[in-house]
């Protein structure tokens, strides 16, 4: 059974037992789930079973057990295959290539005749990795569903890296002793196939953070957890240490699934009472006696469920999992949104529907900070000589006013200030202009609110505005043409006049996202890789701290000279990154922080992130190939904004430690139409 019931881990709620073989896979299986573990990764081959490449027209016996041994169902969701661990394909010795080469692809071609749901590929032994890599290419191109998992250790020991050094005459290259970088040379040779994840070995001693972080944009789809790590507590139940809890619940709320490794190695008093395996730790696991079919009681003679020596630790699991503590009810509200791609609005050329208002308007946070905005400006009006508190109204234009939310905000705010307020709501989506004048019926705001069904652009105004509102800021700040549009409507403004927001700045950084690269590689064109996304980041590692890219104020002092404002844009970055080891860059993330009026913000940035906000979810600028970045090499790189008579687009390009191509020049993939 799954670990537990949550719903904000996807897979990760599954948990399987990895052992060495299973005479009977059956018996095997049947223990690992009245154990409570959900799957079973067990070798396809007996791992010692070393064999000749199968010439043509020789008959031989079976190579591994039949299919008829469990159902089609259970081999596709109960079993996890293992590949034979001497297979070799870039062996110095010529047989023994050719007899991995032929041993790789038949395992390969039997886990996929029994439908598994992934097969586990170990490591060659001499990290020579072209023809491996050739050959698992090969086989991922004829595969529907399964997944091959490649397993590299999270930390590589002392031995892993003295094979990575006498590797180096084999590879004409240095074999890097940091096991993301085999990762990546895999991944790269595989032509970055989505069919491949990872298999993180996690160590008994914790490698520094920086290193654990950068497997979050990763495709890692299972963590391999040793019993060895798990230690003793008074009662002698296994536990495990703090650093390991929290790397485990980090990677279950990633949607990482869990395998648990080794033999038991605790008993605690209830197994002792019943027969089961001292306190030394001395006994076998009943489910390691049935497959390996030493002498002693089987899954079924063991006493029961209770008496099965891994069933502390998947009890521990489960309770850990369970108890992982919730993320913010935010958090939730967006989970189907989680490193989905949602093409930018298009605000000018497209009209929103009732449901998309429906969701913006649900974030009270957002309205309640324009309503502090507007509350501020009003108080900080100059009432006319000899005007009583109250007499003088304030007109205040909301510009792009929907169905109402800044509509009712700015006369809440009128309110509270004990100002008189007189409200123009100018509004070009002929529907929502129908909410607008249903709600000055039933709203009473007939004496206070006049709806403008028109473009800002074009609307000639009857009188000036004291205060200019709007809510055109997208997920990069400018990216649905505010600048352009309260530009525009600047005309309306009294000399001295506010505009709410009053300035905005753009931000970006660095990130690791296999998830969404692999998503927008999808598509096997040049468009969606020169295209930006709105999407809610959830499996990504950030690389470097952000950088400022472009900011915009209103009022713009350049709007009203006959040159006319000039909103092209463009930014050389730079990302330091002392210290951090290498990774692999899939793109930028980007966010924006406004000024609404003095000290009242609203930010996606992540360091001034308003809280409980959900109107904008970050911005993804991908690169059309992943960039390698050596471990501390800084990131530069080029962002451009650019405009025409129609349209506006970026343009972006990362410059050094590798130029990539300038993507989307001349706005060719994506643009926004004006």
Not at 237 to 248: D, W
Request: charged share 20%; net charge negative.
């Amino acid at each position: 059974m799954p670990l537990g019931k949550r719903t904000d881990c996807g897979d990760a709620k599954y948990a399987g037992v990895e052992v060495s073989f299973a005479c009977d896979v059956v018996e095997a299986l049947e223990g690992t789930l009245q154990c409570g573990f959900d799957f079973l990764a067990v070798p396809l081959v007996h791992p010692r079973f070393r064999r000749p490449r199968l010439e043509p027209g020789v008959t031989v016996p079976p190579f591994t057990r039949s299919d008829l041994l469990l159902t089609s169902s259970q081999w596709s969701s109960q079993i996890v295959g293992k590949v034979s661990p001497w297979i070799e394909p870039d062996a110095p010795s010529a047989p023994l290539r050719r007899d991995s080469e032929a041993a790789l692809r038949q395992e390969l071609e039997w886990a996929a005749h029994l439908s598994l749901q992934a097969c586990i590929l170990p490591l060659p032994h001499t990290l020579a990795l072209a023809n491996y890599a050739r050959i698992l290419h090969q086989v991922m191109l004829g595969l529907s569903s399964m997944a091959l998992w490649i397993r590299i250790p999270l930390a590589a020991p002392a031995a892993e890296r003295s094979a990575s050094r006498a590797a180096e005459p084999q590879e004409g290259a240095h074999a890097p002793a940091d096991p993301w970088e085999w990762w990546y040379r895999v991944r790269c040779l595989c032509g970055q196939n989505a069919k491949l994840g990872v298999l993180l070995d996690l160590p008994l001693t914790l490698p520094p953070q920086q290193a654990i972080d950068r497997w979050r944009g990763e495709p890692v789809r299972a963590v391999a957890l040793p019993t060895a790590a798990f230690v003793a507590n008074r009662r002698g139940y296994p536990t495990l240490p703090r650093a390991h809890q929290e790397l485990l619940i980090d990677f279950w709320w990633q949607g990482v699934q869990v395998i648990l490794t080794g033999q038991a190695h605790h008993a605690p008093p209830a197994h002792a009472e019943t027969g089961g395996p001292s306190a030394s730790g001395s006994g076998g696991s009943a489910v390691a006696v049935a497959i390996n079919g030493g002498a002693g009681p089987g899954v079924a003679a063991a006493g029961g469920e209770s008496d099965h020596p891994l069933r502390a630790y998947c009890e521990y699991l489960s309770y850990i999992f369970r108890k992982a503590p919730l993320p913010p009810e935010q958090e939730l509200l967006e989970l189907s949104y989680r490193d989905y791609l949602q093409a930018p609005l298009q605000p000018l050329q497209d009209n929103l529907e009732s449901q998309t208002y429906e969701t913006f308007e649900k974030d009270s946070t957002k309205y309640s900070q324009y309503q502090a905005a507007v509350h501020a400006a009003l108080l900080d009006r100059p009432l006319a000589s000899g005007a009583a508190e109250g007499d003088e109204a304030t007109v205040l234009m909301v510009v792009g006013a929907g169905r109402g939310p800044l509509v009712r905000a700015s006369l809440a705010a009128a309110d509270a200030a004990g100002r008189r307020l007189r409200v123009y709501a100018v509004e070009k989506n002929a529907n929502a202009v129908v909410t607008l004048q249903n709600l000055v019926e039933s709203e009473g705001w007939g004496d206070r609110v006049t709806v403008a069904p028109a473009d800002m652009r074009s609307w000639a105004a009857p009188e000036l505005a004291d205060i200019l509102v709007s809510e055109l800021l997208g997920s990069f700040g400018d990216n649905e043409l505010s600048p352009e549009c309260l530009d525009g409507a600047q005309r309306f403004l009294k000399p001295g006049g506010v505009s709410i927001p009053a300035a905005y700045t753009s931000f970006l950084q660095p990130v690791t996202s296999s998830k969404l690269w692999t998503d927008v590689k999808a598509y096997n064109d040049r468009e969606h890789l020169e295209t930006p996304y709105v999407v809610k980041l959830h499996r990504f590692t950030t690389l470097a701290p952000t950088q400022p890219v472009f900011t915009f104020e209103h009022p713009n002092p350049a709007a009203g000279t006959a040159a006319g404002p000039d909103n092209t844009r463009e930014t050389p970055l730079r990302f330091e990154r002392p210290g951090a080891p290498a990774a692999v860059c899939h793109g930028f993330a980007g966010y924006f922080d406004a000024q609404l009026y003095g000290d009242v913000r609203l930010s996606t940035h992540p360091p001034s992130h308003t809280p409980a906000m959900f109107s904008w979810f970050p911005i993804f600028f991908p690169l059309r190939r992943p960039l390698h970045l050596p471990a501390g090499a800084p990131v530069q790189a080029h962002i451009w904004r650019c405009c025409s008579n129609h349209k506006v687009w970026y343009e972006w390009a990362v410059v050094s430690p590798t130029p990539t191509p300038i993507h989307n020049p001349n706005g060719r993939s994506y643009y926004v139409g004006l």
